[in-house]
């Protein structure tokens, strides 16, 4: 018998083993390309519906600040509407989408009635809430019906208010069409709550406004200005100019802005308020900075180039803003939950350039910002928008990440106290802590520089021929 050559041996062994090797490798190569070949053949929609759903997807996939989190594999059969819902992250609250017909995003009590209002418990019954009207946009459908702010309604479309059903009657208050309320008072001791006229108003046209009043108080010397600021809208820019002109002119040196009514509109708008101001503004100062998702990147702006968005003239020129700028040391803003968006903009973002006392409540919370994006395809049956959150909003010093709202430096429950007082008079709590920070107190002098009047005057004379100017009942803000 031949004996194996030893020396030869580990040479045969490694012939084998580069052998299976070779195989193994190339069986893996094989896999490899197989699933590949799977991974990389895009979706080729052959249906109206499937080209809909593959240009919304590609859309956000390229655009959505949480793009990352969307599935890889959505289902294309799905209606667009739903199939866009399917795609959105759980954190986010506000991206909706358009048919330009009966598809849309959702409707407030402000944009289809004209009124804003709050929910609390009620006065007298633990197992019952109240709503109370807060502001009352002037020429809208609820000013029509002469709704004032400060009444209450105990039911909306003949249901009690309660909390088991509240998010039923928050949903109609926000629901195009008509609704009923019952209206209610106070008894003439101020004891019980009785239920009074029954009113019927139908969603309409509510006329945007911008600056619902400007005028300033004065004591000792120290005037201060107040400007209630309730819209961020371009077209309107020429009276936000006009009202700060006013306050200017009337050499106030203390300022307090009133945002609790505040919904946003464009960032451009609330910069040229900012520049306004800002001591010592810098129109190449950072205003604000968006952060999106990896295409998207970080993006810092500074008030000219943030205002250079405007599609309002009014405010675009920078020394028509350094001519206006009141060269404050510091900002009293008044804040509640419906301060929005570019609202909120204007609370966190003049921080790095003067000191901001926040009064009221805390904010909405949204730190986001979002353009729109149409179907701009050969002409299609349906044309479909989308408004779907693009970045993350922060101030020149990247602080921002305020989705659950912004914390007020003073709280102030306004429903502490009732009946409530006329907007932006002592008597106002939330404006009351910004005169005591000042003055120390709230007797003060005004002086009316520009005012929407209010429907007001005559339920407070309703209430005080009641006796119940003051009741000092506490109730709870339901947030």
């Known amino acids: 018998m031949a004996l194996l050559n030893s020396s030869r041996f580990p040479a045969i062994i490694a012939q084998q083993k580069t052998k299976w ?40 996939k390229r655009y959505y600040y949480w793009n990352e989190q969307m599935t890889g594999k959505p289902d294309y059969t799905l209606p667009t509407q739903e199939f866009f819902k399917k795609l959105l992250s759980p954190a986010d609250r506000f991206s909706w989408i358009s048919n330009r017909k009966d598809i849309g995003p959702a409707g ?24 109370i009207v807060s502001l009352v946009v002037p020429d809208g459908p609820s000013y029509k019906k002469q709704l004032k702010r400060g009444l209450f309604f105990t039911k909306v479309n003949n249901e009690t208010i309660t909390p088991a059903n509240m998010n039923t009657v928050i949903d109609q208050l926000n629901t195009k069409g008509a609704i009923t309320l019952q209206l209610a008072v106070f008894n003439s001791n101020g004891t019980a709550l009785t239920d009074s006229a029954e009113v019927t108003i139908n969603s309409g046209y509510v006329p945007y406004k911008s600056v619902y009043a400007t005028r300033f108080f004065e004591k000792n010397g120290v005037r201060t200005g107040y400007l209630s600021y309730v819209h961020c809208v371009d077209g309107l820019d020429f009276e936000v100019l006009e009202s700060i002109e006013k306050l200017k002119n009337a050499d106030v040196t203390e300022l307090i802005l009133d945002l609790r009514f505040n919904p946003g509109g464009s960032v451009a708008s609330s ?48 020394s028509e803003l350094q001519a206006r700028n009141l060269g404050l040391k510091r900002l009293f803003i008044l804040t509640s939950g419906a301060t929005i968006s570019a609202a909120e903009i204007l609370c966190n973002n003049l921080k790095p350039y003067m000191p901001v006392i926040r009064i009221g409540t805390k904010t909405h919370g949204k730190d986001e910002a979002s353009f729109r994006i149409e179907d701009n395809r050969n002409p299609r049956q349906v044309q479909w928008v989308l408004m779907p959150t693009i970045y993350k909003v922060f101030d020149a ?10 914390l007020p430096d003073h709280e102030i429950n306004e429903f502490s106290k009732l009946p409530l007082q006329e907007m932006g008079y002592p008597g106002d709590l939330s404006l009351d802590k910004a005169l005591e920070l000042i003055y120390g107190s709230t007797v003060v002098g005004i002086t009316p520089l520009r005012n929407k009047v209010f429907p007001f005057r005559d339920i407070k004379e309703q209430y005080q021929s009641a006796g119940a100017t003051e009741t000092g009942i506490e109730v709870r803000r339901l947030n």
């Not at 604000?288 to 810092?300: A, D, H, I, L």
Request: with cysteine; proline share 5%; net charge positive.
């Open 108 to 131: 407030s009590t402000a944009d289809l009635f004209g009124f804003h209002y709050s929910l609390i418990s009620h006065p007298f019954d633990a197992q019952r809430l109240v709503g």
């Open 397 to 406: 010093n990247d602080k921002g990440n305020y989705s659950n709202g912004l």
């Open 271 to 318: 910069a040229k308020l900012a520049a306004m101001l800002v001591p010592s503004f810098n129109p190449d100062q950072v205003y604000v900075t968006f952060k999106g998702n990896r295409f998207g990147g970080t993006v810092k702006q500074t008030f000219r180039q943030t205002i250079a968005f405007s599609t309002s003239n009014p405010g675009k020129n920078m």
């Open 21 to 60: 090797v070779c195989i193994i490798l190339l069986s893996l190569v094989s896999v490899e390309n197989l699933f590949c070949s799977k991974k990389i053949v895009p979706f080729e929609p052959t249906d109206a519906l499937g080209i809909d759903n593959k240009w919304v997807y590609d859309s956000l």
